[in-house]
């Protein structure tokens, strides 16, 4: 499914935000901006004529490639940058959009060289802060993965602390009671839950034992009414339960309570007038790290240079009392340095709860480019996957630095993140058509070994790279 208008809006005003470069007047680019705007809705539908996953984003990647305009660019490269992260192509999706952190007016000081202020581990720290809240709002940045591998990971002591609901922005209320009688999410489940973190995320939740419940706004409203609606239907949710404990997860500044907002107020400004709760707010997507190290906060690198963190952090005083950058939340992470491992990511390890698994592209059968999806064992050919990720030994075309893979020698190399000591079935396709699938289970500790064999309706459980020759037993 395309994303809703509403999303597309907030897209076109945050690309203004990497606009500055192009010298014309605002009137000129926002009247780009919203001819492009209507271009990529009409390329969206074009691509969703497909079926599969892969087809669609090769209609995505041909089109950005077409037209180099700048208003195009901006708006279109962040739809081509979901898809990215759609088919696991972490390190491309950020490099088709991103948006630049600059320092602003009302930045707190750094807490560096500050007595008493140091760092601890977010996952450990937040919960703990929780305790005294019945509502947690958790935010992320749409096409970067990252920002919301912690929320995944903080599920788990959240519920321990007694939260009972997850609420998710963009899913669909149409798959919302077979979501939660179903137990993991669908194509139909919503828009970004077909990243496999995202998918990730739900997933963890409904086996925790939390309802899932959407609260997206109807697809007419935008602006300030979105979030005003978005706001309501969260206060609904506890006052028809009024033993409920809410992990609420949303986009950017929707859960800054005080501040500047894009000429309105935010969800969370919204949802503390309507309800009169003060909810704990948790800031993700501004201490980050970018390939291009230009996009970078300018504290960031100070921050994590003397903090050498191997997972998300946050800062805090004597008092434990925590320190945010920005006036309208209450806490900010700062996410370690990236590592690349053949093109993807460590951090979809979720910090340690997965291992990665290496897949040669000799599963592939010379078809190419090839996706390779990991679902559990338990769940439907209809799952979203774990993990995904996507092989060809020559990229069939290059848009200016965004590839769709990179191989190694003429048979691809890449890798797939999956939790220990769990059944997955591999399941091996092109653009049209599906390969094949292979059963395999993953060691409890340590690296996993990939497939070096051509996929069958059986298939191998671990083979290793380094011994090509080496037969390959079932599982």
């Given amino acids: 499914m395309s994303p809703p ?33 209507n271009k990529s809705d009409t390329i969206m539908q074009r691509a969703h004529r497909e079926k599969d996953l892969l087809a669609q984003y090769q209609v995505l990647r041909r089109a950005y490639a077409s037209d ?70 958790l935010n992320e940045a749409h096409n970067i993965a990252m920002t919301r591998t912690l929320t995944v990971r903080l599920l788990k002591p959240l519920r321990e602390e007694g939260f009972t609901v997850f609420a998710v922005e963009t899913l669909y209320p149409t798959d919302i009671a077979a979501l939660n009688k179903r137990g993991y999410p669908v194509a139909t489940s919503g828009f970004y839950t077909r990243e496999p973190i995202y998918a990730e995320m739900v997933r963890t939740a409904l086996k925790l034992g939390y309802k899932v419940v959407a609260y997206e706004a109807d697809a007419n409203h935008a602006g300030n ?20 404990k809410l992990v609420v997860n949303a986009g950017y500044a929707h859960i800054q309570k005080t501040g500047k907002f894009l ?130 030994p020559v990229p069939l075309m290059t848009i200016n630095s965004v590839k769709i893979t990179r191989g190694q020698d003429s048979i691809p190399i890449g890798r797939l993140y999956l939790r220990p000591d769990h059944r997955y079935r591999l399941t091996i396709s092109d653009e049209r058509h599906r390969i094949g699938s292979q059963m395999i289970t993953i060691q409890p500790t340590g690296p996993t070994a990939g497939l070096t064999q051509p996929a069958t309706s059986t298939g191998c459980a671990v083979a290793a790279l380094s011994q090509p020759s080496m037969p390959c037993h079932n599982p």
């Fill in 225 to 244: 009414a979105r979030e005003a609606q978005q706001a309501a239907n969260l206060s609904k949710i506890l006052k028809d339960d009024p033993n409920a």
């Fill in 68 to 137: 180099g305009r700048p208003a195009f660019r901006a708006i279109f490269g962040q739809y081509l940058s979901w898809y990215q992260s759609f088919i696991g192509d972490y390190q491309d999706a950020e490099r088709s959009f991103s948006i630049e952190q600059k320092a602003l007016p009302d930045d707190v000081p750094s807490p560096l060289g500050q007595p008493g202020w140091h760092p601890v581990p977010a996952l450990d720290f937040i919960p703990q802060l929780a305790k005294k809240y019945r509502v947690v709002f």
């Fill in 263 to 392: 000429g309105a107020q935010s969800m969370a400004e919204h949802f503390v007038k309507d309800s009169g709760i003060e909810p704990l707010s948790v800031e993700q997507t501004v201490l980050i790290p970018h390939q291009d190290r230009a996009m970078d906060h300018p504290d960031y690198a100070a921050l994590v240079a003397a903090a050498q963190p191997r997972e998300p952090i946050v800062f805090i005083d004597k008092d434990a009392k925590p320190w945010s950058l920005r006036p309208g939340y209450d806490v900010s992470v700062i996410f370690p340095e990236q590592q690349f491992a053949l093109g993807r990511p460590t951090w979809a390890s979720l910090w340690g709860a997965r291992v990665p698994y290496v897949v040669s592209g000799n599963v592939c059968q010379q078809h190419w480019p090839c996706m390779v999806a990991a679902r559990y064992a338990e769940e439907g050919d209809d799952a979203i996957p774990a993990d995904r990720v996507v092989l060809d």
């Fill in 5 to 37: 208008r509403t999303i597309c809006l907030a897209a076109l005003l945050l690309a203004g935000l990497v606009s500055a470069a192009v010298a014309q007047t605002p009137s000129q680019w926002r009247e780009e901006q919203l001819e492009a705007l």
